[in-house]
């Protein structure tokens, strides 16, 4: 495939992360003709806590990624909650539906790994190439196609932008998701937004102290203060610890809030608040400057369906293009992993119809099965965020919620969305219920 000439393909698929590259394996598998445009060149960093939760790892085994440990996974037995002085270890529920156990990666290795793996199945993984704005057809205003510009390895644009057709196009963009905004999709006020910073640190020092890149437990600091321990606002978030295995441990922290607004009124620093968290950690953790590996940075977690709508007139939002990103724990890698699915049926099935209407209304069960799945969890979503806004709250939660195993096994499973959607135990049974009562978001 070269710069400069048209080629045409079944879908275009806009950004190579986990939900540009789940698209792009599932629609190949299906055998669409997939074209894979990525911005910039593998392996590149993205901003994240790097942590799997089953749910995620369910995606990945229907797939058909390999995440064995001497490719570079590590798992993770459960998550190790801490609060109050005190700390909680609670297992992965074993489900049916998930496995009983979490995995870790950097993302500058798991994205190269998901798009080798689309491109393994068939698709065409185009680097270095930059979507400028989509392709309209001139008397529908549908989506045909993407303009993009070829850059050179410094990021600078290199020759005349190209056109690149296709009767379907997937915006796996990110946040920012230009594609979906020049479009006028553009983000809900109404839906949670959340903040993250984080940056890793060589956890093993030269004598061998310490192993926190080792851990099995992915470790949860539910005690964020603006300030100093017990400082002046305890605010709706989480610090995290999270062993990769290497030698190293992404060490982050995460707030949100229930509307843009209500986050942009609250002003916090949160890389000045990962910095007093980092230097009250124990010494023998060594997270110091000396151990810090690379810089702390900042990115927005979209959250509960922020941008819609997910189909219209042949563009589909996926991941963070659609805020995907759960208001419960920041979680984003597994909704993005099956919204590629989802999205990747559709469109396979859209392929089988034979009139315009009916490839339309085909497309749209996407949004309607995506909605159906995770809308009333979502809406659940915003309504714990607009509790634990309020600190005398999150300071009982802490207090009398934890000490009690029942509560907690029920917060697990309802945080990560691990929890069985049918049957299941009384737990999986009452979060079930409560998703299908309430509105879809």
């Not at 956890?203 to 321990?229: F, I, K, N, V, Y």
């Not at 949100?256 to 949160?270: C, I, K, W």
Request: with cysteine; charged share 20%; glycine share 12%.
């Amino acid at each position: 495939m070269r710069a400069g000439r048209e080629d045409v393909a079944d879908v275009i698929v806009v950004g190579a992360g986990p939900a540009g590259a789940s698209t792009a394996h599932w629609c190949a598998t299906a055998g669409l003709d997939v074209l894979l445009l990525e911005k910039a060149a593998f392996p590149r960093d993205k901003v994240c806590g790097d942590g799997l939760t089953p749910r995620a790892v369910a995606e990945l085994a229907r797939m058909g990624v390999g995440t064995q440990a001497e490719d570079g996974w590590i798992r993770n037995e459960g998550l190790r909650v801490v609060a109050g002085g005190r700390s909680w270890e609670l297992p992965w529920p074993d489900l049916a539906s998930y496995p009983g156990y979490g995995m870790a990666r950097a993302r500058m290795t798991l994205d190269q790994r998901l798009a080798q793996h689309a491109q393994a199945g068939g698709a065409k993984l185009l680097e270095r190439t930059k979507v400028t704005g989509p392709l309209l057809d001139e008397r529908s205003g549908r989506v045909v196609g993407v303009v993009a510009q070829p850059l050179d390895t410094r990021g600078r644009a290199e020759g005349a932008p190209v056109q690149f057709r296709a009767p379907v196009v997937v915006a796996a963009d990110g946040v920012s998701s230009r594609f979906a905004t020049a479009l006028g999709i553009t983000r809900r006020d109404d839906r949670p937004l959340g903040t993250a910073v984080r940056t890793y640190f060589r956890t093993q020092t030269s004598a061998g102290s310490t192993t926190r890149h080792e851990d099995p437990w992915m470790e949860s600091h539910l005690e964020l203060w603006d300030g100093a321990p017990g400082g002046s606002t305890l605010l709706p978030g989480y610090g995290w610890i999270f062993a990769l295995g290497d030698g190293t441990a992404n060490v982050g922290l995460g707030a949100v809030s229930s509307t843009p607004a209500r986050q942009s009124a609250g002003g916090h620093d949160y890389r000045a608040l990962l910095d007093t968290w980092v230097r009250n950690t124990p010494a023998e953790w060594g997270f110091t400057a000396e151990n810090q590996v690379g810089p702390v940075r900042g990115a927005a977690l979209p959250m509960g369906f922020n941008r819609s709508p997910l189909y219209s007139g042949g563009a589909v939002l996926v991941g963070d293009s659609a805020g995907m990103v759960s208001p419960f724990n920041g979680e984003g890698i597994a909704y993005a992993l099956q919204a590629g699915r989802v999205a990747a049926d559709a469109i396979a099935q859209a392929r089988t119809r034979t009139t315009d209407d009916a490839r339309e209304r085909t497309l749209g069960t996407y949004a309607d099965r995506m909605r159906a799945d995770l809308g009333g969890y979502y809406t659940l979503g915003r309504a714990f965020v607009r509790l634990i806004e309020h600190p005398h709250v999150m300071r009982a939660c802490v207090r009398y919620g934890l000490p009690r195993p029942v509560v907690m096994r029920f917060v697990l499973k309802l945080l990560s969305d691990c929890y069985e959607p049918r049957g299941g135990d009384w737990v999986d049974r009452v979060i079930a219920g409560l998703t299908r009562v309430v509105p879809a978001a």
